[in-house]
């Protein structure tokens, strides 16, 4: 019986190499498969990077024109002054939005508290820089509760050449990722999975330690010879360094896993399998997402990086560089001295002459001239001026600039030719609205990509004991509030909305105005009961931008809609109400409306069930699911026409000149 035993066990561990040797094995192929696909475009920014260090610049060379960092610095600013922005719908319109505005609240308060605005910055410096960001999810942040993003050195990225070949650019269309991250192993030493026990074995951290580099190897071990000491491992460390890992996302034996491995790409040190989280991953394990989004510029196919600001920019700047340095020494020269010809007949003193001025030059002749005298001994031969075609194409490459990066004098604050009307300027920031509509609709594939990341972390991580603190303007004053995984979570995935602030407001004007027509007749009709009209009237508030606490500063709730939220409560805790159809302070309308906020199951069917029965009988259903219908209408009707807007906002909004 031990014989069999110590037979499978080999057997077993037998086939784990054989495994993790297959896997390895694939990885190597795939690394080298990626890297030679990016050689080309990673040598062409590591030159670039190179030439455009500053401490790097030629000593002959004045002036560094910075066009393409003034650009890139233009097309952020642009960004964050009209930011693309996330908004969370409920699916099922106006019944479930409660748990998406909560949830809204919670994306802004992480954007500010979990440094996602410090991390967006960076994504859209390489976006502009490089053609492409990539933020990964690294995981989840237990003590304060929100998802860990970091953002990848574009550089250090090996991806898969099949999608950009075929032109699918989302992040999840690719076979494999690969990139390398620096770390401490003073981080590695302290990672925790889950359940709290280390996310690396020590075994593996003590063999980093001892091979983290060539020489501190060989250092290390001619000192431990020479001293007698023992090898420093994991509990005997003292000092920190940081050390290079190589994450590899792939599809291995039909599952979507992740490795990371040293710098090397020899020792597995971790192996993850990705798991589903929403219903229709578990369903179908293909829409398993990786915790990867790319954000591009501009795709391009065939070219993983896509087209980027140094692409557009590269071949001008150079151009007004040479222009302008040349410039510049012929001024520079000009201002020192010129040449000057000296009759030695009356000027016999030449290293006086020559030692008078280290700028200047001197020809010296001897040739007879009329009227010579000591005031014409020494004449200065007129030197030609800057050309004017040279500031002819200075403005020529600026032109050029500005029409490949859609940018104008007013968006670099430069004040714009005073010769254009003020028409025929608000139609040239029109025109550049359009072209900038497309950067802002490419880049909101990722940024919603992100989104869907951040939300699902939620649902896998944060667990239905956990709190959840953010800061609220409560009662027009911020205030800290505490809030539950049902408050803001739902069974069902919200519908993300990405735009500019100003497309979004936009939006929010139009269901405000759709709302508007359909509630003022609803609020006149006697069938409706108070309750009833209270909620239309918070809806209507809200669509107006005022917040929900400020609302139920206004209208808080009464007695009726507080015991309804207390039922809805008992509900999603798996408790049957038994006193909810024997109350009699209860509005069973009131009751039906709010109940569709209850967790889905059984439970939840049963009450509605029952409630649409005592409603038909005593003839509000009608009314009730009228007003019902025409909330859900308006949300969705107006979501529809203002994404709509959404895709034309750019094209009729125009920002409005001061007159002359």
Partial sequence: MIKNREKLAEKKNAEERMRTEGLRLQVIREYEMGASYVKP??????????????????????????????????????????????????????????????????????????HYQQIKYQSERDRHFYGVSIRFNEGWEDTKKHPIFTVIDP????????????GK?????????????????????????????????????????????KEQRESS???????????????????????????????????????????ERKTLLRYVELQAVTKEEKKNERLIPRPITLTYFKPRRGDAFGESFCDL???????????????????????????FIVNSRLITN?????????????????????????????????????????????????????????????????????????????????????RSLLKNTVASRGEKDFWFLWWRCYLQYFAQSDDKFIALNNNFEYAGETIKKDEFLTGLDPHIMIGTRSELD?????????????????????????ASKKMMMRHWLKLNKMKPNQIYAFIPLDATERKCKAYVEMVNADIMPESIFADPSVDYQTLWIYMQNAKSGEMKEAVLGALSQILIQSGTMQTTEQYGAIANSASNIALAQGMQGMRQGLQTRQDVLPAK
């Fill in 41 to 114: 475009k990673r040598d062409q920014y590591a030159e670039r990077i190179e030439k455009w260090n500053p401490q790097r610049k030629k000593k002959k060379k004045i002036l560094n024109i910075n066009m393409i960092s003034e650009a890139i610095d233009v097309a952020v600013s642009v960004s964050y002054s009209d930011a693309l922005s996330v908004r969370f719908v409920s699916r099922d319109g106006f019944l479930h939005q409660e748990q998406a505005d909560k949830l809204q609240y919670v994306a802004e308060f992480d954007s500010q508290e979990a």
């Fill in 155 to 166: 550089m250090t990225w090996i991806p898969d050449p099949l999608p950009s070949q075929t």
């Fill in 169 to 213: 650019f989302n992040g999840q269309n690719y076979r494999f990722h690969g990139f390398s991250m620096q770390t401490s192993i003073w981080d590695m030493i302290g990672a925790k999975k889950a359940d709290g026990s280390c996310l690396y074995k020590k075994s593996d951290l003590n063999n980093l330690i001892a091979n983290y580099t």
């Fill in 221 to 263: 071990r001619a000192r431990n010879s020479a001293w007698n000491y023992n090898q420093v491992n994991v509990d005997t460390l003292t000092g920190n360094f940081s050390l290079g890992l190589y994450y590899h996302f792939t599809i291995y034996e039909g599952k979507k896993v992740f490795t990371v491995r040293d710098a």
């Fill in 313 to 339: 920019l590269e071949d001008k700047q150079n151009g007004k560089s040479i222009l302008a340095n040349l410039s510049i020494i012929k001024a520079q020269k000009e201002a020192r001295g010129g040449k």
């Fill in 350 to 434: 030449k290293e006086a002459v020559l030692n008078s001025s280290p700028y200047e030059s001197y020809i010296f002749t001897t040739q007879d001239t009329e009227n010579e005298n000591l005031s014409n001994a020494m004449f200065e031969l007129p030197q030609s001026q800057i050309k004017s075609d040279v500031w002819s194409m200075l403005n020529f490459i600026d032109n050029e600039a500005k029409s490949a990066t859609a940018q104008d004098e007013l968006q670099r604050g430069i004040i714009p030719d005073k010769s254009m009307t003020k028409a025929e300027a608000q139609q040239a920031q029109a025109n550049n609205n359009i």
């Fill in 506 to 530: 936009s939006v929010d004007d139009q269901q405000a105005q759709f709302f508007t027509l359909q509630v003022l007749p609803m609020l006149q009709n006697p069938m409706l009961s108070e």
